[in-house]
């Protein structure tokens, strides 16, 4: 199984919700990801997660908020977003991080989570 | 200043022409990633290399580490192959300003 997978495809929301985005691996990968990709851009990396650990956070404003609860588990927290949060939030996931140098595990990315704020 | 730069930022071609999309970068790597997303959102690892070349099907891939610049091909280039091309390196994943490729019959 190299599928990742993410939930809801579609998610409208006011700016007083507080809702959460779902992210799923079984590739017995250890570390997840958290992307923001705004029309016509490249994807921007938000959150790392190595062993279930933040391991590096993009200066991401708090109405975001991640949680990984195990290892195939990646969740994101959000509450009182903004119109300007609307975006497709991507999940990826690798077998590691590599400490220096770039990463030479290759991420499986899952299909996102098209979120709009209203 | 962005770590990793591509050209063309979009490129149209006929059917069965051969394409190469480049990607130059500043930062010391261990590896190079080029995906592919298309329309939709979902994006795909096409080849991940640290030195040389990779080959899958129509698709090629080099790298030249001295030089910091990564070229991807595409030979008999098709429609389906139309997408935006992004490389990637960096343990954070710095991604490039992606190459939107679209393919003519």
């Known amino acids: 199984d190299t599928e990742v997978t993410q939930t809801p495809k579609h998610l409208v929301m006011g700016m007083t919700n507080k809702k959460s985005l779902k992210c799923e691996q079984h590739?017995?990968?250890?570390?997840m990801y958290w992307y923001k990709q705004k029309a016509k851009k490249p994807p921007e990396l938000m959150f790392v997660y190595s062993y279930e650990k933040l391991s590096i956070n993009e200066s991401v404003p708090s109405r975001f908020s991640p949680e990984c609860p195990n290892s195939s588990l990646l969740n994101l927290h959000l509450h009182a977003l903004q119109p300007e949060d609307s975006a497709l939030y991507l999940c990826?996931?690798?077998?590691?991080?590599?400490?220096?140098?770039?990463?030479?595990?290759?991420?499986?990315f899952g299909p996102g989570t098209r979120l709009t704020v209203t | 200043k962005n770590e990793v730069e591509q050209s063309p930022q979009n490129l149209t071609a006929q059917e069965g022409e051969f394409i190469t999309i480049n990607c130059s970068y500043s930062?010391?790597?261990?590896?190079l990633h080029w995906l592919q997303q298309h329309p939709g959102g979902g994006i795909v690892s096409l080849f991940m290399l640290s030195s040389g070349k990779k080959k899958h099907g129509r698709l090629i891939a080099t790298i030249n580490i001295q030089e910091k610049h990564s070229s991807l091909h595409i030979t008999a280039s098709h429609p389906r192959d139309s997408a935006v091309y992004i490389c990637a390196v960096g343990n954070q994943f710095y991604f490039g300003t992606g190459t939107s490729l679209t393919v003519i019959p």
């Open positions: 930062v010391g790597i261990s590896a």
């Open positions: 990826a996931s690798s077998q590691g991080l590599k400490g220096t140098g770039g990463s030479i595990y290759e991420q499986y």
């Open positions: 590739m017995g990968h250890r570390a």
